[in-house]
């Protein structure tokens, strides 16, 4: 039950940095959300497997500290690598021979 609320405060993180920060033209809206999710169930199995109890603080502040800061490195990158791609394409396509006169 858990691992359900986990990944559905990963969805609200992935949300959040979706909308706070100002790369979501460059992607798709549930790109965040998703990443999120994958994140936060990913820690939170792992800490499951490393021996931290369910119960305990820690494993709530860590998947949720680490999935935030995932997920922000991640809208970050993917807004530079895109917003790059976008221009120099961009020039590429604007170099492009003419269309000749009929």
């Excluded at 530079?80 to 000749?100: C, E, F, G, N, W």
């Amino acid at each position: 039950m858990e691992l359900l609320f986990i990944t559905l405060a990963g969805a609200v993180i992935g949300l959040a940095v979706r909308y706070l920060l100002p790369n979501r033209h460059t992607h798709g809206a549930a790109l965040m959300p998703a990443i999120g999710v994958i994140v936060s169930a990913a820690f939170w199995v792992g800490l499951t497997w490393a021996g931290l109890k369910w119960d305990g603080g820690w494993i709530w502040v860590i998947t949720l500290l680490g999935t935030a800061a995932i997920t922000v490195v991640t809208d970050l990158i993917v807004g530079r690598v895109r917003t790059t791609h976008d221009a120099k394409l961009l020039a590429t396509l604007s170099k492009a021979s003419p269309i000749p006169a009929r």
